[in-house]
């Protein structure tokens, strides 16, 4: 089965930016959409960015503009590249890919940004 590795997270100040890397175990771009989650806590898993097979991107409300997705084939990775970081941020990020067959979850990175 795919496994994903993500890394990254940190305490970063408000203002700040971190990347988040999630490694899958084999090439696996062409048969699943690739995903960003966040959950903060008291609240549900929010979508944050979103990339399918043809590298068409969506990042949501919250983040469009100073969050940016992207993706490495030769190096099986996917990247989120978060910048201004608000309180609000704060959360542990999952990385998720997911078919009609399965869906496969990192094991979550923790992002804190505080002051």
């Known amino acids: 089965q795919v496994q994903l590795t993500e890394s990254g997270g940190g305490l970063v100040q408000p203002g700040g930016s971190l990347t988040l890397s999630c490694v899958a175990s084999?090439?696996?771009?062409?048969?699943?959409?690739m995903h960003w989650y966040r959950q903060a806590p008291g609240k549900e898993r929010e979508l944050v960015a979103l990339?399918?097979?043809?590298?068409?991107?969506y990042l949501a409300d919250s983040v469009k503009g100073r969050f940016t997705l992207s993706r490495d084939n030769a190096k099986n990775t996917v990247y989120l590249q978060m910048n201004r970081l608000k309180f609000e941020d704060t959360a542990v990020y999952y990385c998720?890919?997911?078919?009609?067959?399965?869906?496969?979850w990192g094991q979550g990175t923790q992002v804190t940004v505080s002051s």
């Open positions: 990339i399918r097979s043809s590298g068409d991107i």
């Open positions: 084999e090439n696996i771009f062409r048969l699943f959409y």
């Open positions: 998720n890919a997911q078919n009609s067959e399965a869906s496969v």
